[in-house]
């Protein structure tokens, strides 16, 4: 069963830092693409970040740039977020989902996304 | 990048059928044919409906259909049922290697 679970999310002072988790299974992780998605309380969806199959070629939203990083470890089957610098606004449930990739290349949807996990960012 | 622009809300009653708009701009919806829609329910996460402009992924009714014309990307539910009740997101592709989603319709079946 294909499979997406994110962990990591709580509750996190301004400035503070939180690493967030995104656990596959059922399907060859290391050959699709990634990105992070968040919705803030009661507002829509906001891409955040994106990598790639090898973990070196990665694209960040300006929102989040210089504070957040995301990375893979294809052994493990896990996708990572590591946000530094957080802010009120960064509140928001972190989706993980999955970019379809086949032997001719990879797409530009998400086809699967994990539940979600949240974080708030308050004093 | 701005979001892309949809209607706060639409309605329709069972069994008939409705459009939702999703406006962008030539760096996204007007220069890409990857716009993709997703129906998220409330607590639930987005599932995706609609791929590449018009294509359905497995699974999904043959009442969803999409379609674009230039820089405006049209989602259509056809005979409306009670379970199509939800917010529905447009996204698209960007020339920055990014994506960029709408604020959301919420879809109301009366």
């Known amino acids: 069963q294909v499979q997406l679970v994110e962990s990591g999310g709580g509750l996190v002072k301004p400035g503070g830092s939180l690493r967030l988790s995104c656990a596959a299974s059922?399907?060859?992780?290391?050959?699709?693409?990634f990105t992070w998605i968040r919705q803030a309380p009661g507002k829509g969806l906001e891409w955040v970040s994106y990598?790639?199959?090898?973990?070196?070629?990665?694209f960040y939203a300006d929102s989040v740039k210089g504070r957040f990083t995301i990375s893979r470890d294809n052994a493990k089957n896990s996708l990572y977020l590591q946000m530094n610098s957080l802010r009120a606004e960064d509140t928001a449930v972190y989706y993980c989902?999955?970019?379809?990739?086949?032997?001719?290349?990879?797409?530009?949807?998400?086809?699967?996304w994990g539940k979600g996990t949240t974080v708030t960012v308050s004093s | 990048q701005s979001a892309l622009t949809q209607p706060a809300s639409v309605s329709g009653s069972p069994g008939q059928s409705i459009t939702i708009s999703c406006t962008g701009t030539?760096?996204?919806?007007?220069?890409?044919?990857?716009v993709s829609w997703y129906q998220q329910h409330p607590g639930k996460a987005p599932k995706l409906m609609i791929y590449?402009?018009?294509r359905r992924p497995s699974g999904v009714s043959n009442r969803f259909s999409g379609s674009k014309s230039g820089n405006t990307a049209s989602l259509t539910i056809s005979g409306l049922q009670a379970e199509d009740e939800a917010n529905y997101y447009c996204?698209?592709?960007?020339?920055?290697?990014?994506?960029?989603f709408g604020g959301g319709t919420m879809l109301a079946v009366l």
């Open positions: 990598i790639l199959s090898s973990g070196s070629t990665i």
């Open positions: 590449d402009v018009s």
């Open positions: 059922g399907f060859s992780f290391s050959d699709y693409y």
């Open positions: 989902a999955r970019v379809p990739c086949t032997r001719t290349g990879c797409s530009f949807y998400m086809d699967v």
């Open positions: 030539t760096s996204d919806i007007g220069s890409y044919n990857y």
């Open positions: 996204s698209s592709y960007t020339s920055n290697s990014s994506w960029v």
